[in-house]
């Protein structure tokens, strides 16, 4: 598949227009100003950020709004590296340890200790399941991701060259070996014997929006993100992340236009040749849209033609979230914890086929007042709680809101033993057509299309527009894919593209 229909001829170091300041763009800017490229970020919203916003709640409860799980943190600090920085003077984090806190339906609880020793200790104390299975279980996720990263993950999936070398021949070849053919699901119960082991990994396909019970087992590699590299918590929040690059595209000369929405991308002769918003017309040879690329075609490019094929892929799975300001503390809830349904197969069933909120979910439930104290008043916390749904396709918010909200109090205060709901103090609501609104995402999606069958990868969009020279793409919706490190390295992958 080679979508390179035409080159870019656009000059080295010409101006380039971002639109949307998420991370992705965020890092992108970052990256093209090193090159030395003038650039001008156009962002519809008041503020940087995207899905990675920041908000108060009255009471003193700060929250974080959307990712709240980090990994790869080295990717943040390459583009600090690359200008030339010391990351630390901007950026700080810690590695978590433990990582999560799961709690199954039967009344088991597991924490996922960081050390892999630590952690198949645990299982084998908690589950049964002999240390020595988990161990290699973890080392073949970690093969599996050092066998394929370096090709799905860091080069453009759209071009040539990344067909035909030995890299990719041999991280193709390397697949059945590593049990990487099948679905994840199969390729877990395979592994492991005990359904709540299962389930335990088998969640890991929803860091990309995906059902486990669908997707391909090359996802299995996901684990070895946290087991093996780490989960980190930056100081502050997450947020960090976002203004921590703002401020650093800013000092590299990026012009920030905020409040301006580009309302569409114009072109001449076959080319990008700039953009227009509501404030005038701007001539720009390199254009990068930040943006979720359904509605980048839809709405700012009417009179092309869209590539229908990759902007029918099925979205992958929103969110339903629940922000609380809790009046009071639970020991034994950390910073990121999990609460699993009774039933994991008629859960993705419920988001992916009959594109409902499941009856039981599971709740994942945030807390970063346990390692930022003052993001919560004394005694209180501040709960991040979500349940994945489908995307929007027309369903009454209204009504699975308020059907998930009673599920989700009845199960956290009968695991919990404590009655949830007379603790709540300030609270607020983000629902798929929410984030659709408020992100531009096409139907509320996390993260773009879904990677629910074998070729997902291969059709999401590419970084570059194949008829259209001049126009590229970053963030959650195009190659590689959605979530922090992902949308990093869609940033590296463009900006290599147009070096
Ligand atoms: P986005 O964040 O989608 O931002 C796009 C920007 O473009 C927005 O600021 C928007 O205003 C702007 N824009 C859109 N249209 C226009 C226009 N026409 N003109 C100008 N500007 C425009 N990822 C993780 O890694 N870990 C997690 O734990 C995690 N959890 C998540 C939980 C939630 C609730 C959500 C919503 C997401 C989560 N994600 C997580 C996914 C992650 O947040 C996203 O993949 C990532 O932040 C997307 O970044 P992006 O660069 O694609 O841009």
């Given at each position: 598949m080679n979508y390179n229909l035409k080159e870019d001829t656009s000059p080295p170091g010409s101006p380039a227009a971002i639109i949307g300041a998420g991370v992705a763009g965020l890092a992108a800017a970052v990256r093209l100003a090193v090159a030395g490229h003038p650039v001008t970020v156009f962002e519809g919203?008041?503020?940087?950020?995207?899905?990675?916003q920041q908000f108060s709640l009255p009471g003193g409860y700060r929250f974080d709004a959307g990712p709240s799980l980090f990994t790869l943190p080295a990717l943040v600090d390459d583009l600090f590296r690359l200008a030339g920085r010391v990351p630390q003077d901007y950026f700080r984090y810690e590695r978590l340890d433990p990582i999560t806190q799961y709690f199954f339906s039967d009344g088991t609880r597991v924490a996922a200790w960081a050390d892999t020793e630590h952690f198949a200790a645990e299982i084998e104390e908690k589950l049964g399941t002999p240390a020595a299975q988990v161990r290699a279980f973890l080392s073949r996720s970690g093969r599996s991701y050092e066998a394929t990263a370096g090709t799905f993950l860091h080069k453009s999936l759209h071009k040539a060259g990344t067909y035909f070398n030995r890299e990719t021949l041999k991280a193709v070849a390397a697949l059945p070996a590593l049990g990487l053919t099948g679905t994840m699901h199969r390729r877990h119960e395979k592994a492991f014997k005990d359904p709540r082991l299962v389930q335990l990994f088998d969640r890991f396909a929803t860091y990309n929006g995906s059902d486990p019970y669908q997707a391909p087992a090359t996802l299995s590699l996901i684990p070895h993100l946290e087991h093996g590299i780490g989960a980190f918590y930056p100081e502050g929040g997450i947020y960090a992340i976002a203004s921590s690059l703002a401020r650093l595209a800013q000092e590299l000369g990026v012009g920030f236009r905020f409040n301006e929405p580009v309302e569409e991308i114009l072109t001449a002769g076959g080319r990008v040749t700039g953009l227009r918003t509501s404030q005038g017309r701007y001539s720009f040879p390199l254009v990068v849209s930040n943006m979720d690329v359904v509605p980048t075609y839809r709405r700012l490019l009417p009179k092309q033609p869209a590539p229908e094929r990759t902007l029918r892929q099925p979205r992958s799975s929103s969110a339903l979230i629940f922000y609380w300001g809790v009046g009071a503390e639970f020991a034994e809830l950390d910073l990121h914890n999990i609460f699993f349904s009774a039933d994991y197969k008629a859960e993705f069933d419920a988001i992916f086929q009959q594109k409902i909120v499941a009856a039981d979910p599971t709740v994942y439930v945030n807390i970063t007042s346990k390692k930022t104290?003052?993001?919560?008043?004394?005694?209180h916390e501040n709960w991040f709680v979500m349940v994945n749904v489908p995307h929007d396709q027309g369903q009454d918010w209204e009504e699975l809101t308020r059907q998930t909200r009673a599920a989700v109090l009845a199960k956290l205060s009968r695991t919990l033993g404590r009655d949830l709901e007379p603790l709540i103090k300030a609270e607020k609501t983000w629902t798929p057509p929410g984030i659709a609104q408020d992100t531009s995402s096409f139907g509320g999606a996390?993260?773009?299309?879904?990677?629910?069958?074998?070729?997902a990868a291969f059709l999401r969009h590419p970084n570059f527009a194949g008829r259209l020279p001049g126009l590229y793409f970053c963030g959650g919706s195009v190659h590689p894919g959605g979530g922090i490190p992902l949308c990093l390295l869609s940033a590296k992958i463009v900006a290599d593209l147009i070096a």
């Open positions: 919203a008041a503020s940087f950020g995207g899905k990675m104290p003052e993001d919560a008043p004394p005694g996390l993260y773009g299309s879904s990677s629910n069958n074998a070729l």
